[in-house]
């Protein structure tokens, strides 16, 4: 069972590949999707990774929530 992770405060340079590696040293990661504007593609500050099972999805919340990532502390939650 997959579960989908929230994660924002991120910097607006992070990339797709950058959250795939941070979060892949808790588990196996499904799929990263990071919002953008639909006008100037930039990036929104969040995004969604969605991890392939719980227990490395609940070892990714609490070892990347609150940690720096591009000099933001990010938060890291489950996804609602």
Same mark, same amino acid.
């Given at each position: 069972?997959?579960?989908?992770?929230?994660?924002?405060?991120?910097?607006?340079?992070?990339?797709?590949?950058?959250?795939?590696?941070?979060? $892949?040293?808790? +588990?196996?990661?499904?799929?990263?999707?990071?919002?953008?504007?639909?006008?100037?593609? #930039? !990036? &929104?500050?969040?995004?969604?990774?969605?991890?392939?099972?719980?227990?490395?999805?609940?070892? $990714?919340?609490? +070892?990347?929530?609150?940690?720096?990532?591009?000099?933001?502390?990010?938060?890291?939650? #489950? !996804? &609602?």
């Amino acid at each position: 069972m997959t579960m989908n992770i929230y994660v924002g405060n991120l910097p607006y340079s992070i990339t797709e590949d950058e959250l795939r590696s941070a979060f $892949a040293a808790f +588990g196996e990661v499904s799929s990263v999707n990071v919002i953008t504007d639909k006008f100037s593609g #930039q !990036a &929104k500050g969040f995004a969604f990774v969605e991890m392939s099972d719980n227990a490395s999805a609940d070892a $990714a919340i609490k +070892g990347l929530n609150e940690t720096s990532m591009g000099g933001r502390n990010i938060k890291v939650n #489950q !996804a &609602k």
